[in-house]
């Protein structure tokens, strides 16, 4: 089934250390996105990319990282620039054929 | 830019009954929108969307939702809820052929029945 992998679940790290949340899809989608969720907050967008070795910031990019080097993988970096990285995260893609967007089943990041 | 609000943070109802939950965008051009629904524990899944037409536009699990563009709304609503319609409501917009063609998502309404 085509669909969009996050990994890992549950995610611990140290405060003052990079980390690097995994997005993998095999749907063919062009675009993708990454996402922050805060309760009360909704969604908040990082990063987006449109296509291959392209992407930009959305909305709360700082302290954050990614790259686009396969069209299958964008992966998120939360690096020690990033005040309050503990939060629930969501990956997505977009399929322009018919604006349906799939979500992936999160990574909750905790940084004690 | 756009944003979307929606009304209530928090909603509690007996069930059987009516649901109406509000939510309002701020974009001057064409908007497709969308409600989705996130289950205790589980991943966003789509209820509904908007691109054009008919602006009553019906969803699964008895949802639907009506876009008045006057008003810059696109409230859900369903006439009898259940005990598993307990989650939590996102509305959210994008603008077609934009840059991003990300989603705006509101901050969210947790909804929880009461058996």
């Known amino acids: 089934d085509g669909g969009i992998t996050q990994s890992p679940k549950y995610l611990f790290r140290k405060e003052g250390q990079n980390v690097t949340l995994s997005c993998e899809q095999n749907l063919n989608h062009d675009a993708m996105y990454w996402y922050r969720q805060d309760p009360g907050q909704g969604l908040r967008l990082i990063y987006y990319s449109q296509i291959v070795n392209d992407f930009q910031k959305g909305d709360i990019a700082e302290g954050y990282s990614v790259s686009r080097e396969k069209k299958e993988s964008f992966p998120l970096t939360v690096t020690s620039a990033q005040k309050n990285p503990t939060a629930f995260y969501l990956c997505?893609?977009?399929?322009?054929?018919?604006?349906?967007?799939?979500f992936g089943s999160g990574t909750r990041l905790t940084v004690v | 830019a756009q944003s979307v609000s929606q009304h209530n943070h928090h909603v509690i109802l007996s069930e059987a009954a009516s649901l109406e939950l509000g939510c309002n965008y701020s974009?001057?051009?064409?908007?497709?929108l969308f409600w989705y629904v996130q289950y205790p524990g589980q991943h966003l899944q789509l209820l509904l969307k908007?691109?054009?037409?008919?602006?009553l536009v019906k969803g699964i699990k008895g949802f639907e939702a009506e876009f008045i563009k006057s008003k810059f709304s696109f409230n859900l609503r369903k006439p009898s809820v259940q005990w598993s319609d307990t989650a939590e409501y996102f509305c959210?917009?994008?603008?077609?052929?934009?840059?991003?063609?990300?989603?705006?998502f509101g901050k969210g309404t947790h909804l929880i029945i009461q058996p």
């Open positions: 974009y001057g051009g064409t908007v497709n």
């Open positions: 908007y691109f054009s037409g008919d602006p």
């Open positions: 997505a893609s977009l399929d322009r054929d018919t604006y349906g967007y799939t």
């Open positions: 959210a917009v994008n603008a077609p052929g934009g840059g991003a063609d990300g989603l705006t």
